[in-house]
């Protein structure tokens, strides 16, 4: 039973993190481990949450911007 449970959490952990708008490698196109403005272009969302997130204002977003 314990082994279920197990289980269960590793699905509904994968399900909820398919269920987010995309990870930060879904939108860093060119793999530069930064996301520019172009590359947030592709989400409405993200681009309009762009500039409040790019934190040091270099048009970039890193990964710890991002994941903010
Ligand atoms: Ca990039
Ligand atoms: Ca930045």
């Known amino acids: 039973m314990k082994k279920l449970n197990v289980l269960v959490t590793t699905v509904a952990i994968m399900a909820s993190g398919a269920a987010m708008a995309g990870g930060f490698s879904d939108y860093d196109l060119d793999k530069d481990g ?3 403005k172009s590359e947030a272009a592709m989400s409405e ?3 309009k949450v762009f ?3 790019d934190i040091n ?3 970039q977003l890193s990964k710890e911007e991002f994941n903010k």
């Open 34 to 36: 930064m996301i520019s």
């Open 45 to 47: 969302k993200l681009i």
């Open 51 to 53: 500039d409040d997130l």
């Open 57 to 59: 204002k270099d048009g």
